[in-house]
């Protein structure tokens, strides 16, 4: 050691422990040893009950399968049966809130509670509430109840409703902050007795409206209304329970019959608010494959004017005395044009959609011989007034078709926007529908 340090060395250390240990003076005190392991018994019929050893192996054992035609059959079988269970929900709760008074009653004063409060069309109603920001629905649920809460309250704010979700556990370590004096209460709970929920409850202020949405359809069969008998009754029944349904309780055509209850809440509740419903959501969803949908110009008040395509941007197809116009002359043509129209000496048209459907054999063909089916003369042109918006000419082509039933309004169909007898734009039959769907 001290001839390592004096060449700067230090020692090396490792983890090695080595145990010394003195034999006993006699061998009589060394323990005996381990008796040997058991040889491995042969495989007799006597093993096991007869069970090859293959039979006690940990991989997963071959199962035999039924038919394959019959196994198809019987899960679309389970499917349909799952179907069908859920459409049966759903028409006695359709049934519920048509004939019985309680529910009705209940929806109505639901709807009310949320318009009255969250919109400033309806009086306030205590002065100390004028000037305050209009009240939203604090929607509060656990568990699968709580996933329902959640998707409603993205529906309530897509229809310019303020919600928000309120876990309950979560409400009791400091998220009743969030609640405000002019909200209402939308509590879920299928049992109608939820702990979380009868924990939260001497919480939550008693001068704001609660709605319990449930599967009771009387007041007097729940607990939480027991503890709050202000409470608003939604009820969402089912009409046997899951368990004999599917052999499990699983939340299935429970939570079905919820959420259908609280999306009929939210859209009667906003159709009430916003003259235009469908405007707002627009608005609040620019979004997706929904907000491209609803960007389309049928859904304003556009004018065919403005969608078609203008004359001067349909450019003539040149031809030459010596030369025979072919299908190639007009592809080339609609490549080279800005709005992809082509337009003849004659007045006739080329449209896109036909000059689409050139094929090889066309594009030596001469412009002569296709005709017939490639250009659209003026006589066929179908007038639409410049003014006509894209839903009322939609609508009057669509009509034309189901009357006539004959191709002068069919997608390849022309479209000619007069503007004092005069054509100021073209538009096809096809590209009408699309802007207006």
């Not at 035999?64 to 499917?79: C, F, H, I, Q, Y």
């Not at 859209?267 to 491209?292: Q, T």
Request: negative net charge.
């Amino acid at each position: 050691m001290v001839e390592q340090r004096q060449h700067g060395r230090t020692p090396v250390h490792n983890s090695e422990v080595y145990l010394l240990r003195q034999m006993p003076p006699t061998f009589s005190t060394i323990p005996p040893l381990s008796p040997p392991s058991p040889i491995t018994p042969a495989e007799d019929d006597d093993f096991c009950n007869g069970l090859p050893i293959e039979a006690l192996s940990l991989s997963q054992p071959a199962i035999s399968v039924a038919d394959g035609k019959l196994t198809v059959e019987e899960r679309l079988s389970n499917a349909v049966h799952v179907l069908s269970t859920e459409t049966t929900a759903l028409q006695n709760l359709t049934a519920l809130y048509t004939t019985d008074r309680l529910a009705r009653e209940g929806f109505n004063r639901a709807v009310e509670a949320i318009t009255r409060r969250s919109h400033s069309k309806y009086p306030r109603q205590h002065s100390s509430h004028r000037g305050a920001p209009d009240g939203k629905i604090v929607v509060i649920g656990v568990g699968k109840s709580g996933h329902i809460a959640k998707k409603l309250v993205a529906t309530f704010n897509s229809l310019a409703i303020q919600a928000v979700f309120l876990h309950p556990t979560e409400a009791l370590h400091g998220d009743l902050g969030q609640i405000g004096p002019r909200d209402t209460f939308l509590l879920i709970t299928f049992s109608g007795k939820t702990p979380e929920l009868l924990t939260l409850l001497p919480h939550l202020d008693k001068s704001l409206p609660l709605i319990l949405l449930t599967s009771h359809t009387r007041p007097e069969t729940c607990e939480l209304i027991k503890h709050r008998p202000d409470t608003i009754l939604l009820p969402a029944p089912i009409h046997e329970p899951e368990t004999k349904s599917f052999g499990v309780s699983a939340p299935t055509t429970s939570t079905t019959v919820a959420l259908t209850v609280g999306d009929a809440l939210a859209i009667v509740a906003s159709r009430e608010l916003h003259p235009s419903v469908a405007s707002v959501f627009a608005k609040n969803h620019p979004g997706g494959a929904i907000g491209a949908a609803l960007r389309k110009p049928g859904l304003s008040e556009k004018s065919v004017r403005e969608v078609a395509i203008g004359m001067d941007m349909i450019p003539l197809l040149e031809t030459a005395s010596d030369k025979i116009t072919t299908g190639a002359d007009v592809l080339r043509a609609g490549y080279a044009s800005p709005s992809g129209w082509v337009r003849l000496q004659t007045g006739d048209v080329i449209s896109p959609r036909r000059i689409r459907k050139l094929d090889s054999a066309d594009l030596v063909a001469s412009l002569d011989g296709l005709k017939g089916w490639l250009v659209t003369s003026k006589k066929e042109f179908v007038p639409v007034a410049a003014d006509s918006s894209v839903e009322k000419a939609a609508e009057w082509v669509m009509g034309m078709r189901v009357a006539l039933g004959d191709g002068n309004y069919e997608d390849n169909a022309i479209v000619a926007v007069m503007d004092r007898g005069e054509c100021v734009g073209l538009l096809e039959v096809g590209n009408l529908m699309e802007e207006e769907a």
